[in-house]
């Protein structure tokens, strides 16, 4: 056995000493073969980016407590100062939800549909790292992130299979304010 040690030994100290040049070498051939550099194959396309086309996959890490939920709901409440984004598994157990407060918006902007866009991404991706990949979308207020919220949760890979509106609407039940006098 000393005299195969030996041996490996041998060629590991060959190997070492070969020259320099032959090592430098052996990469240009590669290159040489028609290989395309590695930095090439993660450029994007920027103006593809900025006018919304051609997005790369969205990277989502798995959740600490991973729920293993495939299907879920997510629950968008639209009020005219804030927009709410709340997903849960079919039971109704919350698996991730954000506000337009929380994502920092302050003041006015916290109603707008950019906000809504915002929020519905964080929350969505919130609920994906937990295995979600179908949902049905309810919508609930009138405020002006309704259909941005959606788009949203559809541009992220979300499969979604119903749209309602569970805008509460009353019956003739409670007496209104009274009317504003301008």
């Not at 996959?57 to 968008?76: C, E, L, Q, R, Y």
């Not at 179908?134 to 992220?156: H, I």
């Amino acid at each position: 056995m000393s005299e195969e040690n030996n041996k490996e030994v041998a060629e590991v100290k060959a190997e070492a000493a070969a020259p320099v040049d032959a090592t430098v070498e052996a990469p240009k051939e590669e290159k040489a073969a028609g290989d395309a550099p590695k930095k090439d194959e993660k450029k994007k396309d920027i103006f593809a980016e900025i006018a919304g086309g051609e997005e790369e996959t969205v990277k989502i890490h798995k959740a600490k407590g991973s729920k293993n939920v495939a299907t879920g709901i997510v629950h968008v409440t639209a009020t005219f100062n804030n927009t709410l984004v709340s997903v849960t598994d079919l039971m109704g157990n919350s698996i991730g939800w954000s506000s337009a407060g929380k994502m920092g918006f302050k003041g006015s902007r916290k109603s707008t549909a950019y906000a809504a866009q915002v929020v519905s991404q964080d929350a969505c991706r919130q609920a994906m790292s937990h295995g979600l990949k179908a949902v049905e979308v309810r919508v609930k207020g009138p405020g002006a992130g309704r259909e941005s919220a959606v788009r949203a949760a559809q541009g992220l890979g979300l499969d979604i299979s119903a749209i309602k509106d569970v805008t509460a609407i009353p019956h003739n039940g409670c007496r209104p304010k009274k009317s504003r006098r301008v």
